[in-house]
């Protein structure tokens, strides 16, 4: 069973489907899919489908979530699986008590080095390149 209001016009019909402290899937249907996806883009839940009412659910690929009331967070999808990854980068200084370029307090050396770097990128043209490398190579040579 789907319950069905009749309503002044379009705008009277979102307002409706807005002033509500949920949000979790709506339904527009309408014989004019572009007015249906237009209204459906104005309607605050976290699906909403044209002239279906609850497919979406049993695609995988579809997010499955709301807003307001209805909660945070989605199911199904990459985004769903996303939101149940917990990122965590650990890093290991494998050279411990060498100090490294991009430390704060910056050798001669380590700046010259950075330098020839930034030219061996960026340098116009390949002189300037070559050149970048040759200062680059010249700073590693030495202690940094």
């Not at 527009?28 to 209204?39: F, P, S, Y």
């Not at 980068?89 to 330098?115: E, H, M």
């Not at 010249?138 to 202690?143: G, H």
Request: glycine fraction near 10%; hydrophobic fraction near 45%; include cysteine.
């Amino acid at each position: 069973m789907l319950p069905i209001m009749v309503v002044e016009n379009e705008a009277a019909a979102v307002a409706l489907a807005n002033d509500s402290d949920f949000g979790l899937s709506a339904s527009v249907w309408t014989r004019d899919r572009k007015r249906g996806e237009r209204l459906a883009r104005q309607i605050e839940a976290g699906a909403v489908m044209v002239n279906d009412c609850i497919s979406y659910f049993g695609i995988s690929e579809a997010p499955h979530g709301g807003v307001k009331a209805s909660g945070i967070g989605r199911t199904h999808s990459r985004l769903g699986l996303m939101e149940m990854v917990q990122v965590k980068y650990i890093d290991t200084d494998l050279a411990p008590g060498i100090p490294k370029v991009w430390w704060y307090g910056y050798s001669a050396k380590a700046r010259r080095f950075a330098q020839g770097f930034e030219e061996f990128l960026f340098g116009l043209g390949p002189a300037r390149r070559v050149r970048g490398l040759a200062t680059m190579l010249a700073s590693l040579e030495k202690k940094l």
